[in-house]
């Protein structure tokens, strides 16, 4: 048996559908192949202008450590703590199913990604066509835009005069 606790955070508006949508993502996460023992919702408290901020901490039972992971693929809780047992055996096969899992899920937002990334490129291109410069900022490895970065100054080089 394997019991671990999660924390969810969730941001919205308004107040109490905040509430009731945490409630019920948690109500999904209890249809997986888990036990909830307990769940906490915190009030949720107004962060700016009619958005508001929620939290809640789960504890979870299972029989089997893949459904952990599902658990932090499927619903990305910000921290999650494995409470029992102390020690976690594997065998290979459990290995294996778990490190697929974990392969699946990446090749799926691989994917994702380069399909956003195809769009992103067919979208900028027909905007060209159309004589529209796009409004995106191509971002550069420090995540500065490219209209806010200084161009460098290459140094000239010195000219070698001749004397004769």
Known sequence: MIQAVFMIEMMGKPKDYLKTT?????????????KILRKDIAE?????????????????ETQELVEILKI????????????????ISLKNADFNSMANEILMRLHKYD?????LSTQKTILENQLKQLGVKPAIYQMQP?????ETQKK?????????????
């Open 22 to 34: 945490l409630s019920e993502y948690i109500d999904k996460i209890g249809e997986e192949k888990v």
């Open 44 to 60: 949720p408290k107004e962060i700016e202008n009619d958005l508001f901020s929620t939290f809640a901490e789960i504890e979870v």
């Open 72 to 87: 932090i693929f499927s619903y990305m809780p910000s921290h999650m703590e494995v409470i029992k047992p102390e020690t």
């Open 111 to 115: 994917e994702i990604a380069k399909t």
């Open 142 to 146: 420090n995540n500065v835009p490219q």
């Open 152 to 164: 460098e100054k290459k140094p000239k080089k010195k000219k070698k005069s001749k004397k004769k």
